[in-house]
T-cell receptor
């Protein structure tokens, strides 16, 4: 079964706007990761945030983690058409050795 | 290029048949994960191997099996194929058994007719 659930399922914005995607999960985690997938391609790792971290930045990406609410958000600032892709959160559960992915948010950035 | 190689890239077969998907992890990576992605869906975790041993099992059907060989490459065997098995099958690798960053291959697209 999937662990994370992203929302919204789809998001369409104009170039230059910010995009925010959310992820909720159900169990205790060691870390949470965000990945990007261009249509039909392999996933690419974007950022990892550990359970004892609350916020992390990488370039135009900002990730927050609220373990009390079991939720995370990914913010992409100043979006570009090239950011068009699906974005997935993945959780490393405390009691499992696997990585569970959510259903993803499909982001479309219009030029 | 993630360094993870999956073959074949595309595969078309008939119901009832058996196929084998192959994955070569990044050099030095000991963990291999297999995922199934149906059309426009999320990734379903199938199975994980670490240094030749099964480490975790997800939603893998009994018709499916996998193994990791001493040279660390892995194979996913799908048998008695059904139409619903049509999907992208991804392999990912990581350097350790504890889950950090996963490096994904480009996937094997299986079409069952």
């Amino acid at each position: 079964s999937q662990q994370g659930e992203e929302d919204p399922q789809a998001l369409s914005i104009q170039e230059g706007e910010n995009a925010t995607m959310n992820c909720s999960y159900k169990t205790s985690i060691n870390n949470l990761q965000w990945y990007r997938q261009n249509s039909g391609r392999g996933l690419v790792h974007l950022i990892l945030i550990r359970s004892n971290e609350r916020e992390k930045h990488s370039g135009r990406l900002r990730v927050t983690l609220d373990t009390s609410k079991k939720s995370s958000s990914l913010l992409i600032t100043a979006s570009r058409a090239a950011d068009t892709a699906s974005y997935f959160c993945a959780t490393d559960e405390t009691n499992n050795n696997d990585m569970r992915f959510g259903a993803g948010t499909r982001l479309t950035v219009k030029p | 290029d993630s360094g993870v190689t999956q073959t074949p890239k595309h595969l078309i077969t008939a119901t009832g048949q058996r196929v084998t998907l192959r994955c070569s992890p990044r050099s030095g990576d000991l963990s291999v994960y297999w995922y199934q992605q149906s059309l426009d869906q999320g990734l379903q975790f199938l199975i994980q191997y670490y240094n030749g041993e099964e480490r975790a099992k997800g939603n893998i059907l009994e018709r499916f099996s996998a193994q990791q060989f001493p040279d660390l490459h892995s194979e996913l065997n799908l048998s008695s194929l059904e139409l619903g098995d049509s999907a992208l099958y991804f392999c990912a690798s990581s350097s350790s058994g504890a889950t950090g960053e996963l490096f994904f291959g480009e996937g094997s697209r299986l079409t069952v007719l």
